[in-house]
Structures are given as structure tokens and as C-alpha cells.
């Protein structure tokens, strides 16, 4: 019997394929974009970075052009972190949803879970107890200062700077913990219901929340000072990757960026939701839209976020966490469109029902996504170091940007 | 709800809505036929009265009968958010005017909602896939692209294909598709 021996590479006989067949065959341009992109001029390169690449945070590939140092052109490759959530939440009912919105964006799940909640609460005309929705605003803060922090860590971080991530994540780990100690998890909350929250306030929670506000405003004003009087920090970022108003509006960016481009859009002002009429906070602006002006207003929101949770502290209310509903939901046909406002954007869900217990179609807005469009265009004629510098500044996480 | 928001529209476009106007909770909502959808939101973008210069969402839905292409807008000047549904789309061969010469930031969404449903935007420069690899053939969230569960839940169907490559003219008979003819 003869056995198949595998061909050795060694041997003389196997022929060694031709080099070509080695490497992936340049791409066929799709479309007029593609094809520009794809044509090299005198002197320009392709540079590969990622999709493991630190400073991308998360799996994302993008192809650089480049002219000596020069970045030419850009072309984010998404899809690797691609799930196929929309299509999850159509077979999944609608308890079961929101658990899959969780995990779209890991540093700010809270408000993943909010924007369909607060759609399939329209759906199905729900009044949220008014306890719930202060613990709701109260939860929502303490994520955003959460990933507002984490952001200036990272910013920090992917500018070379390796001491600021670690005075962020202190911060960071004692919210998280403080939330894991309400809710049982410590980055996929699955806490809030359609109708109320999942618990009520326990004594942990409290407690901790309690120590950390009595300190919290120093310890965030003590990280400040370490990034804010950098020289170097402050030289890479200003008047780098600039967005103005007219160009933000157009290309739809939504939250802090937009706000450091000058214009107030603040969808806890101007559409409200849940308690937030009745709390008093600014909305931080700055004019420049520069790198270091997106980093500016996050850091301003972290005061006002703190603001936010001590009115509410104040005005909690006693009473349910959760309205009375059945266990099976059919809200009636029909069509809501739920958004909230995050630390990253306008986190927005379209669900359709069209009367079973399964949501007909639920589309997920992310702000990421639309954010990323922008690395592209603020990025050309800058370095490639500033690469990263502009798209850290624009706070986009993957999992969200990929679905 | 704002009033004024509804009889401004029903005064502009009158005729052109499929359905009157349709206000729930702080939501506005319009119907446009395809080929009046250019137009209509031309006039929503560029009209001093509307000012919609957000495109908080764009997205494509498959009602199982045909397509849609919704965009949800939000006024600059008066904050009133608005939902424009443009119904009709052929389920073989969707295609509609692509919306990036007024808002350049739906490219993106357009491509997703290229990849997702096969929904052709015509005048997006980029129209490609976006999450999807390049050589993939179906999309996936047509209501005729099944999930390896589905079986389980309708057993007189059987088990089916999960992934439909190419046009929905070799999709499955009409029996067992999910359709929703009050969307």
C-alpha cells in the first residue's frame, strides 16, 4: 500500500508557484472612488494599517496613500467586527433585542441598550415609572464619564503618552465596578427593560457612587492637568484635522464632534427624553473643530455629567422601577424611532413592528460610523502619525461601526 | 408634536404625500412615491420653511413585497425631526437617487444599505460593499435570506438554504416569507 506522502518543499520537483499567486491579486476597482483611489501617481505608495493595530481601537483596516510622509488618501476597510445584529434582532423577540444591542459599543453600552428601548417603549405606549427614569439618567451619566475617560486615556495613548490610560482607567474601573455591583455585569449591562430597569438602587451601589462623587471632580481635575498643560499633546492636536460647522452638518456628524465645530446640538436639550428637561446642565461648545477642541468639549461633559448625577441624587423620587406589562409583547403595527444622546452621538434605533412578538425590522444608527467617513477627508496633506492623533480625536469604537 | 410642522407639509407638497401626515409622539412622518423622492427632499433640505440639513439615519427596508428607503431628518432652525418613506421599490431590481449631493455623510449608509438589501443608489460614487466580503453574493437582510434557526421555528417549511445567493427571483415561494403589508 502506498501511502501519499506530502510534497516537501525541499524536494526539487515541486514546482514553487508563481510569485503572483503568493499575495492576494490587487483589487478590480468597483466603483469611480475605488479606481481613483486605486491609481498611483509619481512618487505615492500604499501603506497597510491595520486591522490589528493599536491605535484603531477595535479591528479596522485602513489603506493609506502616501506621498513620502504625506498622507494622500485614505480607505477604511470595515466588516471585521460584522455580526449581522439587525438581522439577530429580527428573530429574536423583543426582550430578547436588546440584549444583542449591548455589545455594539463595549465602552458605552448603556446607551446601545437606551435608543431601542426608548423605541419599542413608543411601540407599545409605555409610561416609565418616574423612579426608572432617574436611575435610567443616572446610569447614562456615569457611563459617560466612563467612556469619556477611557477617551482621554486612549487620545493620550495613541499620541505616545502612556502615563494618562493609567490614571483614566481608575476612574473608569471604579464606575465600572459601581455599575457592575447594580447590575451584575461589568461591560454588558442588560439593564434596562422596556418599561423600567432591571433592580432597584442596592446599598453597594450607593454606597460606592457616594465615596466616588465626594472625590471625583478633583481626581478628574488632577487628570486634566496632566494632558491639558502638555506641550506636546497641545502642539500635535490644535488646528490639526480641522471640521467646520457647514461641513459637519453635512456629512451628519452628531454629538461632541459636532459640538466642537460650534454648533449646540445636544439631543438631551433639544429633544428631550426622560427627565433631562427638568435637570439643569450646559451644553458645551468651542469654535475651533480642531482635534484638540473634540477632546476639549468631552472633557466639559464630564463636569456636566457629574452635575447631572448630584440633581439627581437630590431629586430621586421613591416608587417602581418597572411598569406593569405582560410578558409577551405585540405592540400594534407600526413604526418608532427611538435616539438618545451619547458620548459618542446621536445613538438612533428605526424599529418596525408589524404585530407579532418579533420586531419586523430594526435598523441600529451608530455615530461611529458616520464619524469614520470623516478620517478620509481631515487627514489629507497631514502626516501619518497624525492619522491616528485625528482619528482618536473623532472617538470611534468598532463594535459599533460594524454591527 | 408640532402642528405647524404637519399643515406646513400638507400646504408644500399636498398632493405629492401618499398619506396624510402622521404625528406620534415627538415623530413626524411622510410618504413620497419614488419619483417624487429627489424632489421632495430637495425641497425639505433647501426650503427656508423646512431647513432639514441633518440626516440623522438613512436605511433601506424590506417589507417582503417591496423595498423602502427611509431617511429620518432633523431641522436645523425649528429642532422638529421628520421620517420620509420611500415606498415602492422593486424587489428585483431596487434602485433610487443616491441623497450624498445634499448630504455627503449618507455615502456610507448608502453603501450599507447597498450591501444589506442590493438597494442600487444611483450618483453614489462609491457604491460598493461595505461589510460584506467583495465577492459575497447574497444580502442579508432581505426577508428571503434565512438564519440557520428559522427551521426550527416554521417546521412545514423545512429546512432551508441559508444563504440565497443573487437576484430574489430564484427566492423562495411567497408562502413562507415574513411580510408585514401594514409596513
Known amino acids: 500500500?502506498?501511502?501519499?506522502?506530502?510534497?516537501?518543499?525541499?524536494?526539487?520537483?515541486?514546482?514553487?508557484?508563481?510569485?503572483?499567486?503568493?499575495?492576494?491579486?490587487?483589487?478590480?476597482?468597483?466603483?469611480?472612488?475605488?479606481?481613483?483611489?486605486?491609481?498611483?501617481?509619481?512618487?505615492?505608495?500604499?501603506?497597510?494599517?491595520?486591522?490589528?493595530?493599536?491605535?484603531?481601537?477595535?479591528?479596522?483596516?485602513?489603506?493609506?496613500?502616501?506621498?513620502?510622509?504625506?498622507?494622500?488618501?485614505?480607505?477604511?476597510?470595515?466588516?471585521?467586527?460584522?455580526?449581522?445584529?439587525?438581522?439577530?434582532?429580527?428573530?429574536?423577540?423583543?426582550?430578547?433585542?436588546?440584549?444583542?444591542?449591548?455589545?455594539?459599543?463595549?465602552?458605552?453600552?448603556?446607551?446601545?441598550?437606551?435608543?431601542?428601548?426608548?423605541?419599542?417603549?413608543?411601540?407599545?405606549?409605555?409610561?416609565?415609572?418616574?423612579?426608572?427614569?432617574?436611575?435610567?439618567?443616572?446610569?447614562?451619566?456615569?457611563?459617560?464619564?466612563?467612556?469619556?475617560?477611557?477617551?482621554?486615556?486612549?487620545?493620550?495613548?495613541?499620541?505616545?503618552?502612556?502615563?494618562?490610560?493609567?490614571w483614566a482607567f481608575i476612574e473608569r474601573d471604579e464606575i465600572v465596578d459601581m455599575l457592575a455591583a447594580l447590575t451584575g455585569q461589568k461591560l454588558l449591562y442588560n439593564y434596562y427593560r422596556i418599561g423600567g430597569v432591571n433592580g432597584d438602587l442596592n446599598h453597594e451601589f450607593m454606597s460606592r457612587l457616594g465615596t466616588w462623587m465626594s472625590r471625583a471632580a478633583a481626581q478628574i481635575d488632577s487628570n486634566l492637568a496632566l494632558i491639558n498643560e502638555n506641550e506636546i499633546f497641545v502642539r500635535r492636536t490644535r488646528g490639526l484635522g480641522v471640521l467646520d460647522a457647514k461641513t459637519a452638518l453635512k456629512m451628519g456628524v452628531t454629538g461632541p464632534n459636532l459640538r466642537a465645530s460650534g454648533v449646540p446640538f445636544d439631543l438631551r436639550r433639544d429633544r428631550p427624553y426622560l427627565v433631562y428637561p427638568e435637570l439643569e446642565f450646559d451644553v458645551p461648545t468651542r469654535d475651533e473643530g480642531d482635534s484638540l477642541a473634540r477632546y476639549l468639549v468631552r472633557m466639559d461633559e464630564i463636569k456636566q455629567s457629574i452635575r447631572i448625577i448630584d440633581q439627581v441624587l437630590h431629586e430621586m423620587p421613591d416608587g417602581p422601577v418597572m411598569a406593569k406589562l405582560p410578558r409577551l409583547l405585540r405592540p400594534r403595527p407600526g413604526r418608532a424611532f427611538g435616539a438618545v444622546e451619547g458620548p459618542r452621538g446621536v445613538y438612533g434605533t428605526y424599529a418596525i413592528s408589524d404585530g407579532t412578538d418579533q420586531p419586523f425590522r430594526m435598523r441600529i444608527h451608530d455615530p461611529s460610523f458616520v464619524h469614520l467617513q470623516l478620517v478620509g477627508p481631515l487627514t489629507k496633506g497631514n502626516l501619518i502619525a497624525d492619522t491616528m492623533a485625528v482619528m482618536a480625536s473623532l472617538d470611534p469604537v468598532m463594535g459599533g461601526v460594524d454591527k | 408634536m408640532d402642528r405647524r410642522l404637519a399643515a406646513l407639509l400638507q400646504e408644500k407638497f399636498g398632493d405629492r404625500l401618499l398619506t396624510p401626515v402622521r404625528q406620534r409622539y415627538d415623530e413626524s412622518e411622510i410618504r413620497v412615491a419614488l419619483a417624487d423622492a429627489t424632489d421632495t427632499l430637495r425641497t425639505l433640505h433647501d426650503d427656508p420653511a423646512f431647513r432639514f440639513e441633518m440626516l440623522i439615519d438613512l436605511c433601506g427596508v424590506d417589507t417582503g413585497e417591496?423595498?423602502?428607503?427611509?431617511?429620518?431628518?432633523?431641522?436645523?432652525?425649528?429642532?422638529?425631526?421628520?421620517?420620509?418613506?420611500?415606498?415602492?421599490?422593486?424587489?428585483?431590481?431596487?434602485?433610487?437617487?443616491?441623497?450624498?449631493?445634499?448630504?455627503?455623510?449618507?455615502?456610507?449608509?448608502?453603501?450599507?444599505?447597498?450591501?444589506?438589501?442590493?438597494?442600487?443608489?444611483?450618483?453614489?460614487?462609491?457604491?460598493?460593499?461595505?461589510?460584506?466580503?467583495?465577492?459575497?453574493?447574497?444580502?442579508p437582510l432581505r426577508k428571503d435570506f434565512y438564519l440557520a434557526d428559522d427551521a426550527s421555528r416554521s417546521p412545514a417549511a423545512g429546512v432551508r438554504n441559508m444563504e440565497r445567493a443573487g437576484t430574489p427571483a430564484d427566492a423562495t415561494a411567497a408562502t413562507t416569507l415574513r411580510k408585514s403589508p401594514g409596513v
Not at chain 1, 497597510?48 to 498622507?71: A, D, F, Y
Not at chain 2, 417591496?66 to 422593486?90: A, C, F, N
Not at chain 2, 450591501?115 to 444580502?139: A, C, K, T, V
Open chain 2, 66 to 139: 417591496e423595498m423602502q428607503v427611509v431617511y429620518h431628518l432633523s431641522s436645523s432652525t425649528s429642532g422638529d425631526w421628520l421620517r420620509v418613506i420611500v415606498p415602492g421599490l422593486d424587489r428585483t431590481a431596487p434602485r433610487i437617487a443616491s441623497a450624498t449631493f445634499m448630504w455627503p455623510g449618507a455615502e456610507w449608509m448608502e453603501r450599507e444599505a447597498y450591501d444589506m438589501f442590493g438597494i442600487i443608489f444611483e450618483g453614489n460614487r462609491d457604491l460598493r460593499r461595505i461589510y460584506m466580503p467583495d465577492d459575497y453574493r447574497s444580502y
Open chain 1, 1 to 166: 500500500m502506498t501511502q501519499q506522502m506530502r510534497p516537501s518543499l525541499d524536494d526539487p520537483r515541486v514546482a514553487i508557484p508563481a510569485e503572483s499567486s503568493w499575495y492576494e491579486p490587487a483589487p478590480i476597482p468597483q466603483t469611480e472612488r475605488q479606481a481613483e483611489f486605486l491609481t498611483l501617481r509619481e512618487g505615492e505608495m500604499f501603506v497597510n494599517m491595520g486591522p490589528q493595530h493599536p491605535s484603531t481601537h477595535g479591528v479596522l483596516r485602513v489603506i493609506i496613500k502616501v506621498n513620502g510622509e504625506k498622507v494622500v488618501d485614505l480607505d477604511p476597510v470595515l466588516g471585521y467586527l460584522h455580526r449581522g445584529v439587525e438581522k439577530l434582532c429580527e428573530n429574536a423577540d423583543y426582550h430578547q433585542a436588546i440584549c444583542y444591542t449591548d455589545p455594539l459599543e463595549y465602552v458605552a453600552s448603556l446607551f446601545c441598550e437606551a435608543a431601542p428601548v426608548a423605541a419599542f417603549e413608543k411601540l407599545m405606549d409605555v409610561d416609565v415609572p418616574r423612579r426608572a427614569q432617574y436611575i435610567r439618567v443616572l446610569t447614562m451619566e456615569l457611563n459617560r464619564i466612563a467612556s469619556h475617560t477611557l477617551f482621554q486615556g486612549w487620545m493620550a495613548l495613541d499620541l505616545g503618552g502612556i502615563t494618562p490610560i493609567l
